[in-house]
């Protein structure tokens, strides 16, 4: 009976002395500056040059490697990139750099402009909780944050959190990634290319007791999360591209919502005639107020007027812009708004969809768009027969219309359009996909569930989805405003 007292008491001290005599870092709880005086005694490096308490990774094989394990910590790095480099920081991870075994999580270090490169950007939980929107740039310091407590994970950059995750107990993991989980091994920042290059000016590490527990909710059986989570770890692009801080909804609910479910979110000002942003000026208001928020900044042209009130220097200063075809003027010189029933006039079914699909054409032609959005939107009368309505014929026009311009077609999941044929024929074509909501308060985000469901019924995959262009190549720029309104 003694000794099966004695054994458990034995086994939690062994663990103690194991941990406590086994770590060799810095001062558990104290934060420690890892400088050029101490840098060997709790790192290795290779390929690191070292001046002025700076150091310098270049070469793709660059690496500072702790040579102490530890599972809890906060590690902060004063990094600047220039164009080209890219890298990561790995932790729970082996000193090994093989990435077919490689174990423990990834944070992306990429500060490269969109389209160029890696789509994941710095603060990236690569796989897990993949970040596609610019955070930092080239040539400019910042400050990459990593924060493990328990089964807790912190990503932030400049302050500004980025991405984080609570580990579940029996973790789900795609092929390959069965190694991705936390546990008392080893901190890497390694440079993965021989283009550009990594300065680290600062750097700073405060170990945590290995007991620290995390607090987290509850964890319930989630599909949708589960469906989230598998295509996040095959670096299926989750982004919604539209949604719109109105009926309540801040851009801090946003930020959070798309931590915990898993996506990015392309944030949308309404500009146009009698719209809160309707010249330069507001637009550049607008941009600024929003410039450090870790989203996607876009524009939503509305109406056809918008080509009269804005330059293309100031439209440029958004990631992407977007329109839809609910507004526009008829035959009759009336101007309707689709979606409001007292404001839409359909005398003749047929006639009605012909002179909708040529505004569509028009649209696309000529305003310098990136993606067409609430696509094939039927007003209230007509919405019944969709299926009837949007024929083989028009389709074709439509999607030959998008493919001319380069517009991107959007899978709306507040009115779950287009249909899956629709959107079968446009894949077959070439066509480039999004997501979006078009949310109209602050509790029907949701988790783009039509989305998903087209992914599977239409088979798309990330070669599919469309990205913005870099700045320099925006089509605003490059096409140019039309000459007068398009309808």
Request: with cysteine.
């Amino acid at each position: 009976m003694l000794i099966k007292r004695i054994l458990p008491a034995l086994v939690i001290l062994s663990l103690i002395v194991y941990f406590v005599a086994g770590y060799k870092g810095p001062k558990m709880g104290n934060v420690t500056t890892i400088d050029k005086n101490n840098l060997e005694k709790y790192w290795k490096i290779k390929d690191v040059t070292i001046m002025d308490d700076q150091f310098f990774l270049a070469r793709g094989s660059a690496s500072i490697t702790s040579s102490f394990r530890i599972r809890n910590f906060e590690l902060s790095l004063k990094i600047k990139t220039t164009p080209g480099a890219i890298g990561q920081l790995n932790f729970s991870t082996s000193k090994s750099s093989d990435e077919k075994n490689f174990r423990g999580y990834s944070v992306m270090i990429n500060n490269s402009d969109y389209s160029t490169g890696s789509a994941l950007k710095t603060g990236s939980l690569n796989k897990i909780r993949n970040n596609y929107i610019r955070t930092a740039t080239d040539n400019e310091w910042f400050t990459l944050t990593v924060q493990v407590i328990g089964n807790y994970i912190k990503v932030s950059v400049n302050d500004r959190l980025i991405s984080e995750y609570y580990e579940p107990q029996y973790a789900k993991r795609v092929e390959n990634l069965t190694g991705m989980a936390l546990s008392r091994s080893f901190i890497c920042l390694r440079k993965t290319g021989d283009t550009g290059e990594f300065v680290v000016s600062e750097m700073k590490i405060k170990p945590l007791p290995g007991d620290l527990k995390s607090t987290h909710p509850t964890q319930k059986n989630d599909s949708l999360a589960d469906l989230i989570d598998s295509l996040n770890q095959r670096e299926f692009p989750l982004i919604d591209y539209h949604i719109h801080l109105k009926g309540g909804l801040t851009m801090d609910q946003a930020t959070q919502h798309a931590r915990e479910s898993g996506l990015n979110y392309g944030v949308a000002a309404n500009c146009g005639l009698k719209f809160p942003v309707t010249n330069d000026s507001t637009l550049t208001i607008y941009l600024k107020s929003i410039e450090k928020e870790p989203v996607f900044k876009a524009m939503q042209c509305e109406g056809r007027e918008w080509v009269t009130l804005f330059s293309p220097q100031a439209v440029a200063g958004f990631d992407y812009i977007f329109t839809d075809a609910m507004t526009w003027t008829d035959q009759k010189g009336r101007r309707m708004r689709l979606w409001m029933p007292d404001e839409t006039f359909v005398d003749n079914d047929q006639q009605f969809m012909e002179m909708l699909v040529r505004k569509i054409e028009s649209i696309m032609d000529n305003e310098p768009v990136d993606i067409y959005v609430n696509p094939t939107f039927l007003p209230e009368k007509l919405a019944p027969n969709y299926n009837e309505l949007w024929t083989n014929e028009r389709m074709d026009k439509v999607i030959n219309a998008l493919l001319r311009n380069q517009v991107a077609l959007e899978i709306n999941c507040r009115y779950k359009i287009p249909s899956i044929a629709f959107l079968k024929k446009a894949k077959a074509s070439g066509v480039k996909f999004t997501f979006g909501t078009n949310n109209t308060k602050n509790d029907d985000i949701n988790r783009i569930e039509y989305g998903l469901k087209v992914i599977k019924e239409v088979g798309l995959t990330p070669e599919d989805m469309f990205f913005p262009k870099s700045k320099a190549n925006r089509k605003i720029l490059t096409k140019g405003l039309p000459e007068k309104i398009t309808g």
